[in-house]
């Protein structure tokens, strides 16, 4: 089993939609988590970081389900410009490795 | 803002070359890592570096090495490249302890011929 799986999609939603994504990591000692955004042949970039109680940043709202193992991006009021892929990221308590998923696909149509 | 610099956006090398790829950072960050990422299967990580002179292997560190003599840069060396190794090459640096997210540098794609 990997240690942090996406449904890779691709998700194509109307312009103004809601679409959320999950991804589930599998170790419970787990203690940091983030979501990246990556546009195609780019770098990943940090969209937002992840805490227990959920954060929100504009349209984006993330959250951690800890009983569950996973964690959630929701994207309100989808535009054109949020086509990207979105890559889930966990540290495990080690410290110093962060585990990947492959990232989930969005296309935002017109 | 954190400044993550790959020598190379692009670049084409041939079979058997030695082949260096550079990163800087500018955040005096402990950690520095090297991933490859290729269609479907994600980054995956090569090596990282929690220190100066330090260095631990990833998930697949076969044909690759690293070397960090200074805390702002970490390079990553093909010792003998192979077409197998075309790939995009990610740098990315970040404190310790696994709290703070990491920061990647533009990319290197990476082309064996």
């Known amino acids: 089993r990997k240690e942090v799986e996406q449904d890779p999609g691709p998700f194509n939603v109307p312009e103004g939609a809601t679409v959320a994504f999950n991804c589930t990591y599998s170790?419970?000692?787990?203690?940091?988590f983030f979501w990246y955004r990556q546009d195609c042949r780019k770098e990943p970039k940090l969209l937002m970081s992840v805490y227990s109680s959920g954060n929100e940043d504009g349209r984006f709202t993330a959250q951690l389900n800890r009983a569950s193992q996973y964690i959630s991006l929701l994207i309100r009021d989808s535009k054109l410009s949020d086509s990207a892929t979105y890559l889930c990221?966990?540290?495990?308590?080690?410290?110093?490795?962060?585990?990947f998923g492959t990232g989930t696909s969005l296309t935002v149509i017109p | 803002d954190v400044k993550v610099t790959q020598s190379s956006r692009y670049l084409v090398k041939r079979t058997g070359e030695k082949v260096f790829l550079e990163c800087v950072q500018d955040m005096d960050h402990e950690n520095m890592f090297w991933y490859r990422q290729d269609p479907g299967l994600g980054l995956r990580l090569i090596y990282f570096s929690y220190d100066v002179k330090m260095k631990e292997k990833g998930d697949i560190p076969e044909g690759y090495s690293v070397s960090r003599e200074k805390k702002e840069r970490f390079s990553l060396i093909l010792e003998s490249a192979s077409t197998n190794q075309t790939s995009m090459y990610l740098c990315a640096s970040s404190p310790p302890g696994g709290r703070q997210p990491q920061h990647f540098g533009d990319g290197t794609r990476l082309s064996i011929l």
């Open positions: 170790n419970s000692a787990s203690q940091s």
């Open positions: 990221v966990v540290n495990f308590n080690t410290g110093n490795q962060f585990y």
